[in-house]
T-cell receptor
């Protein structure tokens, strides 16, 4: 596809359940980012991958959140024991690897997670 | 730590009127500043970045390091400019993460 693709678009889950959110970046973009956007807020950084490795995970709120990118393309954000406060839109973005391109990220349409 | 402040949640202007969306930042180093836009039911997309010093869709933004501001301006608003606008900062120094403001919703009244 031409853009960053995220699945599912919407996810409703019960408190305490485990969820996985998927991101398929633009082909050739080795840099991949996850952001979280709560209602009325701007996107908040979670984690950044360069290739297969997490180069910066300083934004992950706690150890219930984990992300992987095993082959350097598709990434999965995993949330264990979900809480109602995890409800938000989870955004994925990708960019070319050069740091000069880091701000020029292409965003996906997001996954709206609702924990009930 | 860096911070981006967008003081207006909502800004309404008439078509043809000038627009200024305010953005202030706090960061002790030399940041890189961006404006992102999200039109209704579309994904977040880059509008412009300060290092490019370009005009996109008639919008410009100048980095004022003395006032730590990066206000977005357009001389004549169009209805299609109605959208959510986010100011963002990259701290530099090898960081790839962006810090976003809370956003300003621009509504252009016909």
């Amino acid at each position: 596809g031409a853009g960053v693709s995220q699945t599912p678009s919407n996810k409703v889950t019960e408190k305490g359940k485990y969820v996985e959110l998927r991101c398929d970046p633009i082909s050739g973009h080795t840099a991949l980012y996850w952001y979280r956007q709560s209602l009325g807020q701007g996107p908040e950084f979670l984690i950044y991958f360069q290739g297969t490795g997490a180069a910066d995970d300083s934004g992950l709120p706690n150890d219930r959140f984990f992300a992987v990118r095993p082959e350097g393309s598709v990434s999965t954000l995993k949330i264990q024991r979900t809480e109602r406060g995890d409800s938000a839109v989870y955004l994925c973005a990708s960019s070319r690897p050069m740091i000069a391109e880091a701000g020029s990220a292409f965003f996906g349409q997001g996954t709206r997670l609702t924990v009930v | 730590a860096q911070r981006v402040t967008q003081p207006e949640k909502l800004l309404s202007v008439f078509k043809g009127a000038p627009v200024e969306l305010k953005c202030n930042y706090s960061y002790s180093g030399s940041p890189e500043l961006f404006w992102y836009v999200q039109y209704s039911r579309q994904r977040l997309q880059l509008l412009l970045r300060h290092i490019s010093r370009e005009s996109i869709k008639g919008f410009t933004a100048d980095l004022n390091k003395g006032e730590t501001s990066f206000h977005l301006k357009k001389p004549f608003a169009q209805e299609e400019d109605s959208a959510m606008y986010y100011c963002a900062l990259r701290s530099g120094a090898g960081s790839y993460q962006l810090t976003f403001g809370k956003g300003t919703k621009l509504s252009v009244i016909p």
